[in-house]
């Protein structure tokens, strides 16, 4: 199967996947949450927490332990609002960055251990404004504005770079609302998005000059949000599904011009001028049981598939060595995964 079918086959799954949990949502919802809320006031949250381990051990423990700090301080806020019958808008700001440390032998006196400088764990930005309009027809058409980054990039050994890359995602398509009520959401909506991507990278080998660039794509997205109280009300779960079909890119050309460059260097290579055309998945779940009102366990699990990254600078002037590595550097053929466990101090704010 070609990489287009395998891509047209997974969404197929996806959408399969779907109808039942539509089919299911229908039969659950209330009555009095069929069709557009009246007006009313904005509903604000906003939701600060923080995730800390410690552990130290003394120069002669036995067994080579090595002790760490770890800390991740995360807002999570909201603010919807159903303006009047026919609209209903929507905003969250999700911000996350945490930091770990570890304990390491002392190069200058073995006998005793020492802190290393602490490496990121943790970092996210993430803006998204939904505006629904609720018509009281089968689906509602919305309109959607995204934006990803992180406060530190630190991918490059060469150094860091702040605030990069930011990508801008603007959507357009239809929403439907399968469940609502007062603990429980579930929303699928499918629409024709446009992603821009601006990055910059080093572009020599000290990282002490940096260059500019953007990329711009377009193509289908899907995207189901759910959250549902489990465990009678002990566990919140909040999910998110995100599948990107790109259906244009605008550094195809130059990834075609690039495996010609590639090839000349090693014929065996696989060519990548395709990669961009797979679907990028995003699959996020968080499982909170509040133990008291402001201890909580979280466990967070994320899968990413995204086979090629758009904040990839594909300069076909740089030399040959050079680009392939920036280039490779921005392929991924398997999926990536992050679990953490953390007992967290959270306080809500509104």
């Given at each position: 199967?070609?990489?287009?079918?395998i891509?047209?086959?997974?969404?197929?799954?996806?959408?399969?996947?779907?109808?039942?949990?539509?089919?299911?949502?229908?039969?659950?919802?209330?009555?009095?949450?069929?069709?557009?809320?009246?007006?009313?006031?904005?509903?604000?949250?906003?939701?600060?927490?923080?995730?800390?381990?410690?552990?130290?051990?003394?120069?002669?423990?036995?067994?080579?332990?090595?002790?760490?700090?770890v800390?991740?301080?995360?807002?999570?806020?909201?603010?919807?609002?159903?303006?009047?019958?026919?609209?209903?808008?929507?905003?969250?700001?999700?911000?996350?960055?945490?930091?770990?440390?570890?304990?390491?032998t002392?190069?200058?006196?073995?006998?005793?251990?020492?802190?290393?400088?602490?490496?990121?764990?943790?970092?996210?930005?993430?803006?998204?404004?939904?505006?629904?309009?609720?018509?009281?027809?089968?689906?509602?058409?919305?309109?959607?504005?995204?934006?990803?980054s992180?406060?530190?990039?630190?991918?490059?050994a060469?150094?860091?770079?702040?605030?990069?890359?930011?990508?801008?995602?603007?959507?357009?398509?239809?929403?439907?609302?399968?469940?609502?009520?007062?603990?429980?959401?579930?929303?699928?909506?499918?629409?024709?998005?446009?992603?821009?991507?601006?990055a910059?990278?080093?572009?020599?080998?000290?990282?002490d000059?940096?260059g500019?660039?953007?990329?711009?794509?377009?193509?289908?997205?899907?995207?189901?949000?759910?959250?549902?109280?489990m465990?009678?009300?002990?566990?919140?779960?909040?999910?998110?599904?995100?599948?990107?079909w790109p259906?244009?890119?605008?550094?195809?050309?130059?990834?075609?011009?690039?495996?010609?460059?590639?090839?000349?260097?090693?014929?065996?290579?696989?060519?990548?001028?395709?990669?961009?055309?797979t679907?990028?998945?995003n699959?996020?779940?968080?499982?909170?049981?509040?133990?008291?009102?402001?201890?909580?366990?979280?466990?967070?699990?994320?899968?990413?598939?995204?086979?090629?990254?758009?904040?990839?600078?594909?300069?076909?002037?740089?030399?040959?060595?050079?680009?392939?590595?920036?280039?490779?550097?921005?392929?991924?053929?398997?999926?990536?995964?992050?679990?953490?466990?953390?007992?967290?101090?959270?306080?809500?704010?509104?």
């Open positions: 199967m070609s990489r287009a079918g891509g047209q086959f997974g969404l197929a799954v996806l959408a399969c996947a779907a109808m039942p949990c539509m089919a299911w949502a229908q039969d659950q919802v209330p009555a009095e949450s069929k069709g557009p809320q009246p007006p009313g006031p904005w509903q604000p949250t906003v939701t600060l927490g923080l995730n800390l381990s410690q552990s130290s051990f003394s120069s002669n423990w036995a067994g080579g332990d090595k002790g760490s700090f800390w991740v301080f995360t807002t999570n806020a909201k603010a919807d609002r159903q303006i009047s019958r026919a609209l209903n808008t929507s905003n969250q700001l999700q911000l996350a960055y945490g930091q770990t440390s570890q304990q390491e002392d190069p200058a006196d073995p006998s005793r251990r020492r802190w290393r400088s602490p490496d990121k764990t943790t970092d996210l930005i993430l803006f998204e404004n939904v505006e629904r309009f609720t018509l009281r027809t089968f689906v509602d058409p919305y309109v959607s504005l995204r934006l990803d992180q406060f530190v990039d630190q991918s490059d060469r150094g860091k770079l702040h605030f990069n890359p930011v990508k801008l995602t603007e959507t357009a398509g239809v929403a439907r609302v399968l469940l609502k009520t007062q603990d429980s959401e579930l929303i699928t909506r499918l629409g024709f998005g446009f992603r821009q991507t601006f910059r990278t080093f572009v020599d080998s000290t990282g000059k940096t500019s660039f953007s990329t711009n794509d377009g193509g289908f997205e899907y995207q189901m949000t759910s959250t549902q109280p465990l009678g009300k002990r566990v919140l779960y909040q999910g998110k599904l995100l599948v990107f259906v244009f890119f605008s550094k195809s050309s130059a990834l075609k011009d690039f495996d010609q460059i590639a090839l000349g260097v090693d014929p065996a290579r696989e060519r990548v001028a395709d990669f961009w055309k679907p990028d998945v699959f996020q779940n968080t499982f909170t049981a509040q133990i008291t009102k402001v201890l909580s366990v979280n466990l967070y699990v994320q899968w990413i598939y995204d086979k090629f990254d758009a904040a990839t600078m594909i300069d076909t002037a740089q030399p040959a060595a050079q680009l392939i590595a920036e280039v490779d550097g921005g392929v991924r053929k398997a999926g990536q995964f992050k679990q953490t466990l953390a007992l967290s101090l959270t306080y809500k704010l509104l």
